[in-house]
T-cell receptor, first 114, second 111 residues
Framework: DTEVTQTPKHLVMGMTNKKSLKCEQH?????MYWYKQKAKKPPELMFV???????INESVPSRFSPECPNSSLLNLHLHALQPEDSALYLC?????????????FGDGTRLSIL | QKEVEQDPGPLSVPEGAIVSLNCTYS??????FMWYRQYSRKGPELLMY????GNKEDGRFTAQVDKSSKYISLFIRDSQPSDSATYLC???????????FGTGTRLTVIP
């Protein structure tokens, strides 16, 4: 079992739906991340939160909206997604958002857009 | 040229073999090096973390870093079928907010 918990594990949604992905960590980490991973590709960074503030948005379309309600929780709100958004969405955390910190990943949410 | 290059494989070896997985990089600012293992339908799991040149050993796994050649390796001794997974290298630099990942090597250990 990983120390970063993501829910749901699987999600199927239509292009007009609104849904949210959730991530929780209890390691006391102050940095949290959202990644998108397509099959046979490495994780692709989407957002970085540091001390609950958004510090990096890698030019992600506005149909993805992150939220960090507190230091343990990270949400990703989804709206009007496209079929090409189907992927594994991974959450990760690290002690701080610096390059010397290893990141710890959850098992992801597998998202399918119909 | 990508900042981190990793042979995508796939790599198939018999059980008990020694496996060598490698990454090269071009950015001399990278100082921190990680190896992750990712099973199918799971998230990446941190295997090894090192920040100095030389070797670091953990059980059957040895991480090797050669900063002068900008080359890192992960060795797996006495490979087991349970080692079958995709292995990702990742690198970080001081002051950066993110890690740079290799493309991953798919490994299959045949019983």
């Amino acid at each position: 079992d990983t120390e970063v918990t993501q829910t749901p594990k699987h999600l199927v949604m239509g292009m007009t739906n609104k849904k949210s992905l959730k991530c929780e960590q209890h390691m006391g980490h102050r940095a949290m991340y959202w990644y998108k991973q397509k099959a046979k590709k490495p994780p692709e960074l989407m957002f970085v939160y540091s001390y609950e503030k958004l510090s990096i948005n890698e030019s992600v379309p506005s149909r993805f909206s992150p939220e960090c309600p507190n230091s343990s929780l990270l949400n990703l709100h989804l709206h009007a997604l496209q079929p090409e958004d189907s992927a594994l969405y991974l959450c990760a955390s690290s002690q701080f958002s610096t390059g010397d910190q290893p990141q710890h990943f959850g098992d992801g949410t597998r998202l399918s857009i119909l | 040229q990508k900042e981190v290059e990793q042979d995508p494989g796939p790599l198939s070896v018999p059980e008990g073999a020694i496996v060598s997985l490698n990454c090269t990089y071009s950015n001399s600012a990278f100082q921190y090096f990680m190896w992750y293992r990712q099973y199918s339908r799971k998230g990446p799991e941190l295997l090894m973390y090192t920040y100095s040149s030389g070797n670091k050993e953990d059980g059957r796994f040895t991480a090797q870093v050669d900063k002068s050649s900008k080359y890192i390796s992960l060795f797996i001794r006495d490979s087991q079928p349970s080692d079958s997974a995709t292995y990702l290298c990742a690198m970080g630099e001081t002051g950066a907010n993110n890690l740079f990942f290799g493309t991953g090597t798919r490994l299959t250990v045949i019983p």
